[in-house]
């Protein structure tokens, strides 16, 4: 007779891969010295990769994956060298092999932060004009702003789309602030935006600007 549990157990393993169904006796074996290798040597091997946290599945493609830490290769170059940790830190999320650039870097760094007399602060190696680090109030403060500027692009957005007749990104600032005071004047909010736009967009690899919304639906208008 059949065991009921057993059933639902392999139906469910079938509509739900997991590591364990996937992976063959060598990457079995490598999982059991790193799990994380083993689960890189399935991915390489079957293009489905599985993260940290039991039974996961990372969803974004290699390209996709690629393309993000591009990003912050490019912020890097621009002297960014925060951007190293938020990239080591995708790949941990992602469970991917750090890129031979962001190893070479991140241990280069690491380096020479542990040869005597050059550095006295890890926030002298990594370090961020967006997120400055050589300040624990100037730090808090920026990482204030990003999370209202977050809020303030996200509600200035609903605000345009809900109102046709609002036309430029000044006054739909101004009608948002009027609809709710969010602790700062008209200026620093569309710098807040556009603070937000410009990395969406970097992202992205496109502009997602209010203001192009808006420029859309100024052309659509006439």
């Known amino acids: 007779m059949s065991d009921p549990a057993r059933i639902r157990r392999v139906t469910l393993n079938a509509a739900f891969p997991s590591f ?14 790193e799990p994380a290798w083993g689960k890189a040597a399935t991915l ?12 996961s599945i990372c969803t974004m493609s290699l390209q996709q994956v690629h393309d993000l830490l591009e990003v912050f290769r490019s912020r890097l170059q621009r002297g960014d060298t925060l951007s190293l940790l938020q990239a080591v830190a995708l790949c941990a999320e992602e469970n991917m092999p750090l890129p031979e650039w962001l190893a070479t870097e991140f241990r280069a760094k690491v380096k020479a932060f ?25 730090a808090a403060t920026a990482r204030q702003d990003w999370m209202l500027a977050g809020r303030l692009w996200h509600d200035a957005f609903d605000v ?63």
């Open 44 to 55: 390489f091997r079957t293009g489905m990769r599985f993260g940290h946290a039991p039974n």
């Open 20 to 33: 364990e169904n996937t992976c063959n006796d060598e990457e079995r074996e490598i999982a059991e010295l």
């Open 160 to 222: 345009a789309r809900h109102d046709p007749a609002l036309s430029s990104v000044d006054s739909v600032v101004t009608r948002l602030l009027s609809k709710r005071n969010y602790g700062v004047a008209k200026t620093k909010a569309k710098k807040l935006i556009a603070m937000v736009e410009a990395s969406q967009s970097e992202f992205l690899r496109k502009d997602v600007s209010l203001s192009r919304f808006l420029a859309e639906r100024r052309q659509l208008a006439t």
């Open 114 to 138: 542990l040869q005597p007399g050059r550095y006295t602060s890890l926030d002298e190696v990594f370090r961020s004009e967006n997120v400055p680090t050589n300040s624990s109030k100037k």
